[in-house]
């Protein structure tokens, strides 16, 4: 007879409540939402002013790049940057990696 008992405890177990399905609606709208405003949304106002950063550049600016080189604009393509980064030394550098422009006369005080 105790061969019989857990089979009679597992069909007197109740099921669980099923949830409304407008509630998990919202609960992934909710999420979305977060996401947006804490996440997407920042990201593309950075990559907004990045890109203006970028296509603002002109000759003669001064400028830290992403690696933290320091340098000036000695010419400006269409995807690249010549820096004059010492005595008569040119690199060329993706406009890309340009993080920041310097106000004029930093590298002279550094």
Do not use: C, W
């Not at 940057?81 to 993706?94: A, S």
Request: glycine share 6%; aromatic share 8%.
């Amino acid at each position: 007879m105790s061969f019989f008992i857990p089979e009679a405890m597992a069909q007197a177990q109740s099921a669980q409540p099923e949830t409304n399905p407008i509630v998990t609606l919202l609960m992934f709208g909710g999420l979305f939402l977060f996401m947006y405003l804490f996440i997407i949304r920042p990201q593309r106002k950075r990559q907004k002013e990045h890109t203006n950063l970028v296509s603002s550049l002109n000759k003669g600016d001064e400028v830290v790049l992403s690696s933290g080189m320091l340098g000036k604009i000695t010419k400006v393509d269409d995807n690249y940057v010549v820096l004059e980064t010492g005595n008569n030394i040119e690199l060329k550098f993706q406009k890309v990696a340009v993080h920041a422009v310097l106000p004029k006369g930093t590298i002279k005080s550094i």
